[in-house]
């Protein structure tokens, strides 16, 4: 089965600053990797899908990269709407397992 | 506008059953596979079961294999699982979520919660 890891697990960052969440496969799972941001008591968003393709409605702060094994989400200007716990998601696996990552919170400092 | 609607989650001793269901509206239901996500209490996502449109395939994480069964009623809207040999690590928030393209989940249910416990 393929494993899903994020780091960090969490960070505490500031209104306007760029933040950077890794997340990593433990086997290639091409472009097939999903984003959802996630707030206490809320249903998981989804952001970004395919690694790199911004869901309909989600700001452009938001940005993703990322091939085979490694991929990262962007925050390109932290808004205090965007404290929240991410989670990555792969989509690729056969028989279909959709792995999420542990996930990473996003606090204020 | 899509709308995905859990219900049927409650309180429930070891070794019982439930059935929880997802009534869909504001898309073809029957075109899109679902899946269940589940989030234990203060815990992260764990995918636990999945189905095409037409209810042919299914697929479970193997956590639940043999104990959760997915089903749908297209003609209804309806999405189901019936949980079987209910255990305390079952207790979490059900969710159920509308797959799309690649199979990422593009809308979610707001959750039902199951408790497991004596």
């Known amino acids: 089965d393929i494993q899903m890891t994020q780091s960090p697990s969490s960070l505490s960052a500031s209104v306007g600053d760029r933040v950077t969440i890794t997340c990593r496969a433990s086997?290639?799972?091409?472009?097939?990797l999903n984003w959802y941001q996630q707030k206490p008591g809320k249903a998981p968003k989804l952001l970004i899908y395919?690694?790199?393709t911004l869901q309909s409605g989600v700001p452009s702060r938001f940005s993703g990269s990322g091939s085979g094994t490694d991929f990262t989400l962007t925050i390109s200007s932290l808004q205090p709407e965007d404290f929240a716990t991410y989670y990555c998601?792969?989509?690729?696996?056969?028989?279909?397992?959709?792995?999420f990552g542990p996930g990473t919170k996003v606090d204020i400092k | 506008e899509v709308q995905l609607l859990e219900s049927g989650g409650a309180l429930e001793q070891p070794g019982g059953s439930l059935r929880l269901s997802c009534g869909a509206s504001?898309?073809?239901?029957?075109?899109?596979?679902m899946s269940w996500v589940r989030q234990a209490p203060g815990k992260g996502l764990e995918w636990v079961s999945g189905?095409?449109?037409?209810?042919?395939?299914?697929y479970y994480a193997d956590s639940v294999k043999g104990r959760l069964t997915i089903s749908r009623d297209n003609s209804k809207n309806t999405l189901y699982l019936q949980m079987s040999s209910l255990r305390a690590e079952d207790t979490a928030i059900y969710y159920c979520?509308?797959?799309?393209?690649?199979?990422?989940?593009?809308?979610w249910g707001q959750g039902t919660l199951v408790t497991v416990s004596s």
């Open positions: 979520a509308k797959h799309r393209d690649g199979n990422r989940f593009d809308y």
């Open positions: 504001g898309f073809t239901f029957s075109r899109y596979a």
């Open positions: 189905i095409s449109g037409s209810g042919g395939t299914t």
């Open positions: 086997q290639s799972i091409s472009n097939y």
């Open positions: 395919a690694a790199a």
């Open positions: 998601q792969q989509s690729y696996s056969t028989p279909r397992l959709f792995t």
